[in-house]
């Protein structure tokens, strides 16, 4: 695009980014690349073993109702059609910034926030493009990295939660960064109160607090996000301290502070690394749990957009 992709910047938005929940417009969902048919070409070459498909229950509490899906041989153009008459949810993950047709759009997105945000400086960046049908959701759930989204079709409700107690405690994070359980977390659905509530329409850019947890509801239509996911010194410190807090109460002790910064951070830091040097040279790596196995096939003669495997 010869244009700048983000279009309202001001020194709200700045101040607000990263901090808080921040809202934004931007220009992709005016790109030739999010056309359907673009979209239909992407996922004809797209390593398929770089994208989720999966389907999901109504209740938002239901987190094990999250499976795994196989698309077969099906093209580009029938998954597409399968997700807007069904109830499925496919993430091309790291399409952005692998894909060349897309990785400009991407270098583009964060070479502006970085002029638009003095001190900006990531250390590594991830974009998924999300593609869901008009009533999937997405549950409770938080991310290990700094995460943005920039909506392109469709309409969503996004929540978002503030990333401490009770909404998402230390044990939570620490079992995520030690891999003993997925990014899902306990949800009740009492919270909603207390989250910030959007309403994404094409063209809306939203970011939130590292950590946060969020859940998604689709409103309308075929929906099509990109979402980012980005590694900073600050998360790598924060991360670093919680997993570290985890290893030391692995070995019977009891920590307390969850400060990033300061000397007990750095030792933190220190104990991570070296945990996780210790479990690559035993042997005993943590891998992360996967969500289900595969049971179901996309199908496009099911209203659903896919047919249950018998079970075994």
């Known amino acids: 695009m010869t244009e700048p992709v983000l279009i309202d910047w001001n020194d709200d938005k700045r101040a607000e980014f990263r901090n808080g929940v921040m809202l934004a417009r931007h220009r992709l969902h005016l790109a030739p690349e999010f056309t359907d048919l673009a979209l ?4 004809n070459r797209h390593p398929r073993e770089l994208i989720d498909f999966c389907t999901m ?9 999250w499976r795994a899906g196989d698309p077969g ?3 580009g153009g029938e998954l597409l059609e399968a997700v807007r008459q069904g109830k499925l949810w496919i993430n091309l993950r790291e399409a952005m ?7 400009p759009l991407f270098e583009a997105v964060f070479s502006q ?4 945000n003095p001190g900006y400086k990531p250390v590594r960046m991830y974009g998924g493009i999300l593609i869901s049908s008009p009533k999937a959701q997405v549950f409770y759930h938080s ?14 409700r996004f929540r978002i939660y503030p990333p401490r107690a ?8 620490e079992n995520i960064l030690h891999r003993t359980q997925t990014e899902d977390v306990p949800f009740d659905p009492n919270w909603d109160a207390d989250a910030a509530t959007v309403d994404l329409t094409p063209g809306d850019f939203v970011s939130w607090p590292l950590h946060a947890p969020h859940r998604v509801v689709n409103l309308e239509g075929l929906n099509v996000s990109i979402t980012c996911e980005v590694v900073t010194r600050e998360s790598v410190m924060k991360n670093a301290v919680l997993h570290a807090n985890g290893a030391l109460r692995r070995m019977g002790m009891t920590p307390r502070s969850t400060r990033a910064d300061g000397l007990q951070a750095y030792a933190k830091l220190a104990v991570s690394r070296c945990w996780k040097a210790m479990e690559k040279l035993t042997g005993r790596a943590s891998r992360p749990l996967p ?7 996309i199908d496009l003669a099911s209203e659903t957009g896919f047919r249950d495997r018998a079970a075994a």
């Not at 991310?143 to 969503?156: I, M, Q, Y």
């Open 113 to 116: 926030l970085k002029k638009l």
């Open 40 to 43: 239909a070409a992407l996922l």
């Open 291 to 297: 969500k289900s196995e595969t049971t179901f096939d």
């Open 166 to 173: 009770p909404w998402l405690s230390d044990d939570c994070m």
């Open 57 to 65: 229950g109504e209740d938002p509490a239901d987190r094990e109702s």
């Open 97 to 103: 910034n692998t894909d060349p047709v897309y990785k």
């Open 143 to 156: 991310d290990v990295s700094e995460t943005l989204l920039l909506h392109v079709k469709g309409r969503k």
């Open 73 to 75: 041989d099906m093209s």
